[in-house]
C-alpha cells in the first residue's frame, strides 16, 4: 500500500464536543507499590491564589503493571452561568457526537439538553454513578461503562443481565458497551423490534457464555463475535431484541506492557471516531481495543496513541 493509501480514512463529519475534566498527569515509575490499583484524593493541594487545576499524580508500578492515582480536584468548577447561550451554540455548530465524562454536572447538562434539542448523538462514559450521571443518561445514544459500573447501577446479577436493564431503563440507547480491562469488552446493541415477536427468547448469560466460546485465541490482535439479533432475557429483568457482542483485547507481550493510564479515555475515543465513521460494531470493537492497546505502550495518557499512519488503523478504511 502507499502512503497515502495506508491512512486510516476521516470521517465526512468528524466533529466531536466533549465536555469534561481536563486536568494535569504527574508520572513516577516505581518497582513496587503496597496498594496498587487504588485512587486516593488529596487533602489540600495550592495551585494559585484565585483556585486548584484539576490534578493527578500516577504512580506505575513495574512489577506489576499497574497504576495507582492520587486526585486533585479543580476549583471553582464550571458553572452553566459561565458559558454564554452564543458560546454553546457555536461550540455546537456542526457537531456529529457531543461527549460527557459526568464531570460538573450542572453546565453538563445544560449542553446536553442543547445538543438534544439539535439531535445531536450523545456519548457518556460512566464509569462510577456521579452527580447528575442519571439526568445525561437519560438524553445519552450511547453509553461506556467501566467494568463494574453495569451492576452498581443496576444491582443485577451479571454484567450481561445488567446490559439488558440498562436498555430497559434507557429506551434512547442505541447501544452499551462494559469494558472488561485486559479481559476485553461487552456490547449490547439495541435492534429493531419489528418482528421480535417471532423471535425466540434466549437467556442472556447463556447467550454470552457461548459468544468467549468462539473466541479466537490463535491470535494476538483484538477480535470480535457476535450474535444473530436476538430476544435476550434476563429474568426478573425483562427482555431486549438486539445483538450481543464480546470483544478480546490485544494480548499485550510483559515487555511491552509500560502503563495503563488512560487506556479507557482512549477506548472512549476511538469509539467516538468509529461513531463518526459509521464502522459496524465488528470493525469498531477491536479499533477501540487496539488503540487502548497502544496507548498502554508507552507512559502516560498520550504518548502512546498510534497515529493515522498505524498500519493496522488502515485495515479498518471502509
Known amino acids: 500500500m502507499s502512503s497515502d493509501s495506508a491512512l486510516l480514512s476521516l470521517p465526512d463529519n468528524p466533529v466531536i464536543v466533549g465536555f469534561g475534566g481536563v486536568g494535569v498527569d504527574l508520572l513516577a515509575t516505581v518497582e513496587s507499590f503496597p496498594k496498587p490499583d ?16 484539576p490534578f493527578s499524580y500516577i504512580i506505575i508500578d513495574n512489577h506489576t503493571k499497574t497504576r495507582t492515582c492520587i486526585f486533585t480536584e479543580g476549583y471553582p468548577t464550571m458553572v452553566p452561568e459561565d458559558l454564554s447561550r452564543a458560546k454553546l451554540l457555536s461550540a455546537l455548530n456542526g457537531a456529529r457526537v457531543a461527549y460527557f465524562d459526568v464531570r460538573m454536572p450542572a453546565t453538563a447538562l445544560v449542553i446536553a439538553r442543547e445538543a ?50 440498562i436498555l430497559l431503563r434507557l429506551p434512547r440507547l442505541k447501544f452499551v458497551i462494559a469494558t472488561l480491562g485486559k479481559d476485553g469488552c461487552i ?49 426478573g429483568i425483562g427482555s431486549v431484541c438486539g445483538r450481543l457482542y464480546f470483544g478480546t483485547s490485544e494480548k499485550i507481550p510483559p515487555s511491552e506492557l509500560i502503563d495503563t493510564t488512560g487506556a479507557g479515555d482512549a477506548f472512549v475515543g476511538a469509539v467516538l471516531y468509529a461513531i463518526c465513521a459509521n464502522f459496524s460494531p465488528e470493525k469498531m470493537l477491536p479499533f477501540a481495543s487496539h488503540v487502548a492497546a497502544a496507548q498502554c505502550r508507552a507512559i502516560g495518557a498520550r504518548s502512546g496513541l498510534p497515529y493515522r499512519t498505524d498500519p493496522y488503523l488502515a485495515s479498518f478504511i471502509n
Open 38 to 53: 487504588t485512587k486516593n484524593r488529596t487533602t489540600q493541594f495550592k495551585v494559585s491564589k484565585e483556585g486548584t487545576t
Open 116 to 165: 438534544f434539542r439539535q439531535n445531536i448523538s450523545i456519548l457518556v462514559d460512566a464509569e462510577r454513578p456521579r452527580e447528575g450521571l442519571n439526568d445525561l443518561l437519560d438524553l445519552a445514544d450511547y453509553a461506556v461503562c467501566s467494568e463494574k459500573f453495569p451492576q452498581t447501577w443496576t444491582e443485577a446479577s451479571s454484567i450481561p443481565r445488567a446490559l439488558v436493564s
Open 187 to 235: 456490547m449490547l446493541q439495541k435492534c429493531a423490534d419489528a418482528e421480535g415477536s417471532h423471535l425466540e427468547e434466549v437467556d442472556v448469560d447463556n447467550s454470552m457464555k457461548s459468544l468467549t466460546m468462539r473466541k479466537d485465541d490463535s491470535t494476538t490482535m483484538p477480535t470480535c463475535v457476535a450474535s444473530n439479533v436476538t430476544k435476550f432475557r434476563a429474568d
